[in-house]
């Protein structure tokens, strides 16, 4: 079965580094001209956010974003090695994260990571279902728990 390349756009944080992101990410890049783009939006606390004080959560959403990109160019598709991956470290609402990604960066599809609903600001804010309705594209919603070591894919 011959795969088309894909352009896939990624929003995730603290669930960046989670192992079905991973493997299902490099599952949907399974051809050499797929591309991928991971944005890290800078999460910050009210107070920082108020104060225009975003450099500890621009650096800590870097360092997962890095870790993420690493993780990805070393899997193992097949003998011509990783996916290729770039990232970026974004906005902090995750909608407008997706909308400036999207302005230089023509995604065939969204994959938004959230933590399980009991733990997701995101889903309690309703993030993936805006995003499948604001930006008319396939959205994947993958589920990272990691304090279970529990991770899992939502029906698109």
């Known amino acids: 079965m011959v795969r088309t390349p894909q ?3 990624v929003v995730a944080n603290e669930t960046v580094g989670g192992q079905v992101l991973i493997e299902s990410l ?3 890049a399974a051809t050499s001209d797929s591309e991928v783009l991971v ?3 800078a999460l910050n606390s009210r107070l920082a956010y108020w104060t225009s004080n975003d450099t500890a959560a621009r650096r800590a959403a870097g360092r997962r974003l ?3 990109i690493e993780r990805l160019t070393a899997a193992e598709l097949d ?5 290729r991956a770039e ?3 974004g906005d902090s609402d995750p909608l407008c ?5 999207l302005r230089m960066f023509a995604a065939d599809q969204i994959v938004i990571a959230t933590h399980p609903e009991r733990r997701s600001n995101w889903l309690a804010r309703d993030i993936v279902e805006r995003a499948r309705t604001r930006f008319g594209r396939p959205v994947l919603h993958i589920v990272v728990d990691l304090e279970h070591a529990a991770e899992y894919l939502v029906a698109a």
């Open 7 to 9: 352009r896939i756009l």
């Open 39 to 41: 944005v890290a939006p």
């Open 26 to 28: 490099a599952e949907l």
């Open 66 to 68: 890095s870790d993420c």
């Open 87 to 89: 990232g970026l470290v």
């Open 79 to 83: 003998p011509r090695g990783g996916v």
């Open 97 to 101: 994260a997706i909308e400036d990604a």
